[in-house]
């Protein structure tokens, strides 16, 4: 199975930045996608950013031109700088990575999560 550990999280102050990472681990696979979600209690998972392989990196809404992904595929690690942060930023940061093993279907694997809060 592919392992995902995130690091990063924090408080930190409304208009400050935090960078998340996010490292997988395994054997037999390649990654199709990296990115990071979020949910807060009583919420669904949102998008936060997902970059593929191949093809044009998303962001939701809520984070546009201030949140930037970006991957090291030599390390296997995605990246979440996140910049002017906001309250309404508060949430629980989940990595996220859509890989296939030994070019079979694409699955799913998701990190622990890491707390980041933003305070007013």
């Known amino acids: 199975q592919v392992q995902l550990v995130e690091s990063g999280g924090g408080l930190v102050q409304a208009g400050g930045s935090l960078r998340l990472a996010c490292v997988a681990s395994g054997t037999g696979f390649s990654i199709n996608a990296m990115g990071w979600y979020r949910q807060a209690p009583g919420k669904q998972r949102e998008l936060v950013a997902r970059m593929p392989t191949s093809g044009s990196t998303t962001y939701g809404d809520a984070v546009k031109g201030r949140f930037t992904i970006s991957r090291d595929n030599a390390k296997n690690t995605a990246y979440l700088q996140m910049n002017s942060l906001k309250p309404e930023d508060t949430d629980v940061y989940y990595c996220?990575?859509?890989?296939?093993?030994?070019?079979?279907?694409?699955?799913?694997?998701w990190g622990q999560g890491t707390q980041v809060t933003v305070s007013s």
């Open positions: 996220n990575t859509e890989f296939r093993r030994d070019g079979g279907y694409l699955r799913n694997a």
